[in-house]
């Protein structure tokens, strides 16, 4: 089991971080996969998912600056993100998309190693 997230990083309020995550198959193949993000003193929520076939959605608070996609035959999902702003910063997931319930998407229970952002004012 494998999920490896990068790109993470120092900015400042406006620019852009593009951010990978490697994942083995039996987490990736032809499941829904998405971003999470985990600010300080927060809980992790999720930001984009994307399905295999390419359906999007995305949290109002990042529609229109970030961008979800996948590359299936890698087995890794990117998360372009732009405009950021101080409120992004955050460690940043990856994981497979197993449902919503209760008020919460559901993911599974290894989370593998997230990325830090960091987005100066």
């Known amino acids: 089991v494998q999920l490896q997230a990068s790109g993470g990083g120092l900015v400042q309020a406006g620019g852009s971080l593009r951010l990978s995550c490697s994942a083995s198959?039996?987490?990736?193949?032809?499941?829904?996969m998405g971003w999470f993000r985990q600010a300080p003193g927060k809980q992790r929520e999720l930001v984009a998912r994307m399905t295999s076939n390419g359906i999007t959605n995305y949290d109002d608070s990042v529609k229109g600056r970030f961008t979800i996609s996948r590359d299936n035959a890698k087995n890794t999902v990117y998360l372009q993100m732009t405009s950021l702003k101080p409120e992004d910063t955050g460690v940043y997931y990856c994981?497979?998309?197993?449902?919503?319930?209760?008020?919460?998407?559901?993911?599974?229970?290894?989370w593998g190693q997230g990325t830090l952002v960091t987005v100066s004012s």
């Open positions: 994981n497979r998309i197993l449902g919503f319930s209760g008020g919460e998407w559901l993911a599974p229970a290894y």
């Open positions: 198959g039996s987490i990736f193949s032809g499941n829904v």
